[in-house]
């Protein structure tokens, strides 16, 4: 497999595994350009489909996390038929040797605690290549890490993210542009507790210092219900309704 790296000089051509689509494309282009200054890597198959890697140094990501001197993983992401032919080593070691290059202490990604959940990755693959947990969340939300070397200090959560929790009743959701499936399905669950009458707050994320004091370890989507994380994942109508306690 031959492999790409997405820089500004290239990005308007090329497409983002992640957002296939016109407008989802442009938001989450929009989000990396601004990134990519902060030395955000998004390096992809050249093949079109779902099999890239995207990191940042980890006191530029935009997650509550103290890991000066990490490399952190905002996403390692092989699916479909691009799966089993060893092309998540590919992309991990290339994250490997350009944190070492960089001289990294080693890197950090958010997982599960058990199983894999979703827009997670996988915890059993994270501990198969090296990773193990370094901090744990209320949510089973792990940080999990990769040292370069024996002499080393864990990356740990921020209070505010091992312990969710928001002081608003009903729904409150906090979401950011970096993932672009959040273009389609926040809008609409935002139009649907309208036309229901669903007690919904919006805060939409569109700083780094913002994130990096949400109260939550994702702060590409979560979602909050009496002060309480629901989840992190993104939820489609249907979801969101029955979280509500209604029919749809």
Known sequence: MEYIQITKENIDKEHICCAMSGKQSILKKAWMKEQLDE??????????????????????????????????????????????HGYSNDLLNHCIQDAKAQGKEGLCILSSDKRKKEFLSDPKHLSHKGFFVADTTDTGINLMVYPFSEKYKLPKFKECAKHPKVSESGFVLYYTNQCPFTYYWVPRIEALAKEKSIDLKVIHVTDRETAQNVPSPVTTYALFKDGTFLTHAIQSDKKFLKLAGIKA
Do not use: Q
């Not at 093949?47 to 140094?57: A, N, V």
């Not at 006191?59 to 799966?83: F, H, Q, T």
């Open 39 to 84: 030395g955000l890597v998004f390096y992809r198959s050249i093949e079109r489909g779902k099999c890239f890697i995207e990191y940042i140094p980890a006191e530029k990501a935009w997650v509550p996390i103290e890991a000066d001197g990490y490399m952190y993983i905002n996403c390692l992401w092989v699916s479909g038929r691009m799966k089993g």
